[in-house]
């Protein structure tokens, strides 16, 4: 028989935070949160896997401050799998795969390496990983032949190496003496092993919060839908970081199978949604989810509330499902329902350990969506994830 809950549910419009007194300043604050056992958020907002909200460039800008970028699903698996390959090759600590190039290789392919790669030079080797060079664009600026082989215009003299042991900070004291913008790592043998440039030293100087892997690359999450195994496959291949089991209603046979499966075949970490109940949380804990999205149908583009009459107001959601996930130490986030920066707050003190945005970052010049100039104000197509247009 149909029944009522018996109780008062709650969103972030019926709440305020009550003050209280503080000995600590702002710029003591630490609001940094475990993500996963290895994933470590300096600041604890992660975007939403819309196609009109986060690729790879959203992705880059957002690990850069410390948060995680989820590229969405709503494109080929190629297309998405080269999304995470943009954000893991942005930065890098230790490059421990640098692209290379053989010394009877064509001046015209070299360009096409460092076009496709986007990188200013690469190491030149022999079949056995022997380095005998590097090559930089400055050597191919003035040359107007392109069947040249790079063993003709390379660096091959008074190369810049050090042993795989090397630290960043002597890295860097090496690459400012020598007054290069590259350190090639080579072993006993004189095989490359790894390459440090001057440009991921410096992004490490000025994003010293970055969320970063253990080889200093950009932590980077891609969202699948259930079942989709190929593509889960293929971006742990590229690197992935995370996977997002993403659906509107994450307490369903399929969502828990799929959590399931990817445990078992991968050692990946999983984030699944979305709930918004105490079952649909420990459901997904049960199934091996190593954080949990709560929300279906507070977000600011959703209409999953009206069209299908199904969700429950979002810091109830969260309170619930906290509740649960404290036996575990699994971590909350809070998706959907961000419209303003105390939002973020009521989120956290309700017992999300991070926030899901998509509204508020849509309109950056960092999200995909269509630029659009209406009456001479520049605007950015948003839309839901279920839209047909």
Known sequence: MTKLVDRIAITFDDVLLQPAYS?????????????????????????????????????????????????????????????????????????????????????????????????SGVPITQPDGRLVGILTRRDLKFLE???????????????????????LEQAERILTAKKVEKLLLVDDLYRLTGLITIKDIDMMNRFPHACKDDNGRLRVGAAIGVRDFKRAESLIQKGVDVLIVDSAHGHSSNVIETVREIKRQWDIDVI????????????????????????????????TRVISGVGVPQVTAIMDAAEVAAATNTTIIADGGIRFSGDITKALAAGAHAVMIGGLFAGLAESPGRTILYQGRTFKAYRGMGSLG
């Open 23 to 119: 000995a600590v300043v702002p710029s003591d604050v630490d609001v940094s949160t475990r993500l996963t056992d290895r994933i470590w958020l300096r600041m604890p907002i992660l975007s939403s896997p819309m196609d009109t909200v986060t690729e790879s460039a959203m992705a880059i800008a957002l690990a850069k401050e410390g948060g995680l970028g989820v590229i969405h699903k709503n494109m080929s698996v190629a297309k998405q799998t080269e999304e995470v390959y943009k954000v893991k090759r942005s930065a890098n600590g230790i490059i421990v795969d640098p692209v290379t190039l053989a010394p009877d290789e064509s001046v015209e392919k070299a360009r096409e390496v460092m076009d496709q790669h986007n990188v």
């Open 145 to 167: 032949s392109g069947n040249i082989p790079v063993s003709e215009v390379m660096t091959s003299e008074n190369l810049v190496t050090a042993t795989g042991t090397v630290t």
């Open 272 to 303: 699944a949604g979305n709930v918004a109940t105490r079952e649909g949380c420990q459901a997904l804990i049960e199934a091996g989810a190593n954080a949990v999205k709560v929300g279906i149908g507070p977000g600011s583009i959703c209409t």
